[in-house]
């Protein structure tokens, strides 16, 4: 079965501060995506990064960087430099069977995570 | 601007009435979605949409409904057969599937349902 797992329920951080949040994951597919998500307290989905499990190297946007450990089956998420404005939730999303014919492109979501940036 | 609308914001059901969620995207995306989330937790699959015409149940699709005649519409309807509704509804909507592209799913705003 398809699992994502995000073990920190809620994180604080300083402001300018780095913070990773963890996410593991499970399945036996070989090609898969992996995605992260913020959700403000207004309750939008704000696509932040992608990563696809065929790639060589991890993928980074601006301040946030993902930390892609197929081995561990494990893809945490860094926010460098956080912000006031990075107080938020966060989730890690899988996409299983990606690039594929039989993708539906669902994606299976984790708990989530709080961040709360402390100025 | 490109994007999805999802419609209201805010809604009240009464017990026994079913009511429907409005859906609409402008991305001439093919896929569409809807989520429901519980106070606290992730997302849930309820339905989805790969076509115009055909859709899919996800996890949790007792007491819903859908339908997907355009391809920028995809709306939800709760019936009286979901004893729970009181949930925070998410529509998405994902651009055709091609190999060694990125497939991103973007979300609406989200409609807040809440039972009276």
């Known amino acids: 079965a398809q699992k994502i797992t995000q073990t920190q329920p809620g994180m604080f951080v300083q402001e300018k501060e780095a913070v990773t949040l963890d996410c593991t994951y499970d399945?036996?597919?070989?090609?898969?995506?992996l995605f992260w998500y913020k959700q403000p307290s207004s309750g939008e989905m704000i696509f932040l990064i992608y990563q696809g499990s065929y790639d060589e190297q991890n993928a980074t946007e601006g301040r946030y960087s993902l930390n892609f450990q197929k081995a561990r089956k494990s893809a945490n998420l860094v926010i460098s430099a956080s912000q006031l404005g990075d107080s938020a939730m966060y989730f890690c999303a899988m996409s299983p069977f990606f690039l594929r014919s039989s993708n539906t492109g669902k994606l299976i979501f984790g708990q989530g995570t709080t961040l709360q940036v402390k100025p | 601007d490109g994007g999805i609308t999802q419609s209201p914001k805010y809604l009240f059901r009464k017990e026994g009435q079913n009511v429907t969620l409005s859906c609409e995207q402008n991305l001439n995306h093919d896929a569409m979605y809807w989520y429901r989330q519980d106070p606290g937790q992730g997302l849930r699959l309820i339905y989805y949409s790969q076509i115009v015409n055909d859709f899919q149940k996800g996890d949790i699709a007792e007491g819903y409904s859908v339908s997907r005649e355009k391809k920028e519409s995809f709306p939800l309807t709760v019936t009286s057969a979901q004893k729970n509704p009181t949930a925070f509804y998410l529509c998405a909507s994902r651009g055709e599937v091609a190999s060694g592209e990125k497939e991103t799913q973007y979300f609406g705003p989200g409609t807040r349902l809440l039972v009276l």
């Open positions: 399945t036996s597919d070989q090609s898969y995506g």
